[in-house]
């Protein structure tokens, strides 16, 4: 793990508010973008998942699974990046990353779950590394893989966004599922495929990348220097 990077937004709290993070996971990104929607101030950590550096002990040693991201506040560590985007709401209800009514609720998670459960677990990066290390397969295949899973699951999602009336995927101000849509959109395009078969996600892309707190949230503001 590096040195803790600052970055500033609100005075920072009675207890340092640490993420440790990689630049490019997309889990990691959901947080950060989580952060800078809730205005809290936070250092980011780097762990290097090139190198393994989530395989360190002094890694496990704050999240058994040795997955990134896990924030430390509150004198806790939490990990999952959906169960710390929840966390962050309930600590700090406005703006609301979830609407309040229940259909509607159900049906933002529906589209947030569609993508950190059905779109990003099987495409990223130890399951790739098993695809070719343990697998066997040619880059071209796990290539193929990841094309195939990122298709479908927009495709699908694309439908779910276009029947929903409001201007962001969480309703009238962005919540979980436009904070799980940027960083899937970012792999999507690092991988070539080309999201203008869906219309309403690139729209939406297009809005929320513009966002002070989505801008501020890119991998390519979080490079590390050795990267």
Same mark, same amino acid.
């Given at each position: 793990?590096?040195?803790?990077?600052?970055?500033?937004?609100?005075?920072?709290?009675?207890?340092?508010?640490?993420?440790?993070?990689?630049?490019?996971?997309?889990?990691?990104?959901?947080?950060?973008?989580?952060?800078?929607?809730?205005?809290?101030?936070?250092?980011?950590?780097?762990?290097?998942?090139?190198?393994?550096?989530?395989?360190?002990?002094?890694?496990?040693?704050?999240?058994?699974?040795?997955?990134?991201?896990?924030?430390?506040?509150?004198?806790?560590?939490?990990?999952?990046?959906?169960?710390?985007?929840?966390?962050?709401?309930?600590?700090?209800?406005?703006?609301?990353?979830?609407?309040?009514?229940?259909?509607?609720?159900?049906?933002? =998670?529906?589209? #947030?779950?569609?993508?950190?459960? &059905? /779109?990003? *677990?099987?495409?990223? $990066?130890?399951? +790739?590394?098993?695809?070719?290390?343990?697998?066997?397969?040619?880059?071209?295949?796990?290539?193929?893989?990841?094309?195939?899973?990122?298709?479908?699951?927009?495709?699908?999602?694309?439908?779910?966004?276009?029947?929903?009336?409001?201007?962001?995927?969480?309703?009238?101000?962005?919540?979980?599922?436009?904070?799980?849509?940027?960083?899937? =959109?970012?792999? #999507?395009?690092?991988?070539?495929? &080309? /999201?203008? *078969?869906?219309?309403? $996600?690139?729209? +939406?892309?297009?809005?929320?990348?513009?966002?002070?707190?989505?801008?501020?949230?890119?991998?390519?503001?979080?490079?590390?220097?050795?990267?």
């Amino acid at each position: 793990m590096s040195a803790p990077r600052e970055h500033g937004i609100l005075p920072a709290m009675a207890e340092p508010v640490r993420l440790y993070d990689y630049f490019r996971s997309s889990a990691a990104y959901r947080v950060r973008i989580g952060l800078h929607l809730k205005g809290v101030a936070y250092e980011s950590v780097a762990v290097d998942l090139l190198h393994n550096g989530q395989a360190e002990a002094g890694y496990r040693a704050l999240n058994p699974q040795g997955l990134v991201p896990a924030l430390e506040m509150d004198g806790r560590i939490f990990t999952q990046s959906l169960a710390i985007l929840d966390y962050l709401d309930a600590r700090f209800p406005d703006p609301p990353f979830v609407p309040r009514e229940p259909a509607a609720r159900a049906q933002v =998670l529906a589209m #947030a779950l569609a993508i950190a459960c &059905d /779109i990003h *677990p099987i495409d990223n $990066l130890r399951v +790739l590394r098993y695809l070719k290390n343990e697998m066997g397969q040619p880059q071209e295949a796990i290539d193929a893989w990841y094309v195939h899973w990122v298709r479908q699951g927009l495709e699908a999602l694309e439908t779910m966004a276009a029947d929903w009336d409001h201007p962001y995927l969480s309703g009238e101000t962005p919540g979980i599922a436009d904070i799980c849509l940027v960083p899937q =959109l970012y792999n #999507a395009h690092r991988f070539g495929v &080309d /999201i203008a *078969p869906w219309p309403t $996600l690139e729209r +939406l892309e297009r809005m929320l990348t513009a966002l002070p707190a989505f801008a501020a949230s890119h991998p390519d503001k979080w490079v590390p220097a050795e990267a």
